[in-house]
Each structure stands twice: as C-alpha cells, then as structure tokens.
C-alpha cells in the first residue's frame, strides 16, 4: 500500500459523494420538502432545535459502514443509510394536515424511491441497488410522546446499498493477444508475465 495525502483520502473517498447525490436526487423528487445531509447517527431532536432540518423534512445520514475486502487489494462497502424524516401540523393545499399523516406520507414515498432500481442508484458509478433482503428497507417511528405534545414527529427509512470497488487494485494489468488456436495469451514483454506470476496459479514457461 502506497502512502495518500489527506487531499487524496477525500477526492477517493465515494461516501460523500453518494450522500450528496442522495440529497440532491431526493431534492429533485420530493419538491416542498427539505432535503439535507447530516453526519450520521444523531438526536434528531437536536437537528431540529438547530435548525439543521426544517419540518416537513429529512436528513440523510449513514450509521454503519461495513467492508467486505477483494482479493486484489480494492474492497467493496455495505452502507447502512438512514433517512431521519421530521414532521409537524402543515397546511397542504389550504387544509390543515397533521403530522402523523406527513411523516406516513414522505416515509411511504421514499420507499417508493428506493424500490425503483433506476433511481435509487443516485447516478453514482459502481453503486448497487438497494438490498431487498436482511433486512429490506424499513420505515419505523422514532419520536416519544413528549416530542408529540411539542408537535413534532420523527421516523425514520433505513436501507443498506453496496458500493463496489474502492480503492485502487494491487492486480497488474497488462495487455495480450489470445491465440484461440493454442489456447495461450501471449505478451508482447516479458516483464509483463513475471508481474502477474506473483498471482498466478501453476507454472510460467518462456518460450523465447
């Protein structure tokens, strides 16, 4: 492993990148409502009294990242998101609607979001579609019944996605010719095979 700047850690890191493109794709689809990233695990209480999530909204965070590790030295990350959803009374088209409804509402929607395969992609390259199973998406309650004599509710979507191939692989990658008669892959440079032979099964044998 070679040694990265801070400045190379953050332009490799995908996890920002897919949290901003979560923010802005669910922006995009859910209009009139406030879409924002926040750090991850948090009280979404707090949120709230900071103003860092105005209702009707959601913050979008992550609360687990796990790391299955490749052969070749990348490794693929399974990302525990969260959508903490941030509700009160609204008047919708004239009529008042309480905040229960709200929160069903926009919950409902974004799991509607995240069952469409195209979409839940975010645009992002080497992003999997959301997992469908153990567990799928969930969409649960979080507020007590102090937060909903304040008027405010909270719930919460929860679904993990898989982000493939992160960082860079330890794999040569020369390029041969196949010689479909032989049944060989032949190089044009020597010091090509003996770069690859460190993972290679059985025996190289030079026929120059």
């Given at each position: 492993?070679?040694?990265?700047?801070?400045?190379?850690?953050?332009?490799?890191?995908?996890?920002?990148?897919?949290?901003?493109?979560?923010?802005?794709?669910?922006?995009?689809?859910?209009?009139?409502?406030?879409?924002?990233?926040?750090?991850?695990?948090?009280?979404?209480?707090?949120?709230?009294?900071?103003?860092?999530?105005?209702?009707?909204?959601?913050?979008?965070?992550?609360?687990?990242?796990?790391?299955?590790?490749?052969?070749?030295?990348?490794?693929?990350?399974?990302?525990?998101?969260?959508?903490?959803?941030?509700?009160?009374?609204?008047?919708?088209?004239?009529?008042?609607?309480?905040?229960?409804?709200?929160?069903?509402?926009?919950?409902?929607?974004?799991?509607?979001?995240?069952?469409?395969?195209?979409?839940?992609?975010?645009?992002?390259?080497?992003?999997?579609?959301?997992?469908?199973?153990?567990?799928?998406?969930?969409?649960?309650?979080?507020?007590?019944?102090?937060?909903?004599?304040?008027?405010?509710?909270?719930?919460?979507?929860?679904?993990?996605?898989?982000?493939?191939?992160?960082?860079r692989s330890e794999f040569p990658a020369p390029i041969g010719r196949a010689d479909p008669e032989a049944g060989t892959i032949e190089y044009a440079e020597g010091a090509s095979i003996q770069d690859m032979?460190?993972?290679?099964?059985?025996?190289?044998?030079?026929?120059?």
């Amino acid at each position: 492993m070679q040694p990265a700047t801070l400045a190379q850690i953050i332009a490799a890191d995908p996890i920002a990148d897919m949290q901003a493109a979560i923010v802005a794709t669910l922006s995009r689809l859910l209009p009139g409502v406030t879409i924002v990233g926040h750090p991850g695990k948090a009280d979404v209480s707090e949120l709230v009294s900071k103003s860092i999530v105005k209702s009707p909204g959601v913050g979008v965070g992550w609360s687990r990242i796990r790391e299955t590790a490749i052969a070749d030295g990348s490794y693929n990350a399974l990302v525990e998101w969260v959508a903490y959803i941030v509700a009160e009374p609204t008047i919708v088209a004239n009529k008042r609607v309480e905040m229960e409804r709200i929160g069903y509402a926009i919950g409902g929607q974004l799991l509607k979001i995240l069952s469409d395969i195209t979409v839940s992609t975010w645009g992002r390259p080497g992003v999997g579609p959301v997992e469908t199973v153990s567990p799928s998406p969930e969409l649960k309650p979080l507020f007590t019944v102090k937060d909903q004599d304040k008027g405010t509710v909270y719930y919460t979507v929860s679904w993990l996605q898989p982000i493939f191939d992160i960082g860079r692989s330890e794999f040569p990658a020369p390029i041969g010719r196949a010689d479909p008669e032989a049944g060989t892959i032949e190089y044009a440079e020597g010091a090509s095979i003996q770069d690859m032979a460190p993972w290679l099964p059985g025996e190289i044998t030079n026929d120059a």
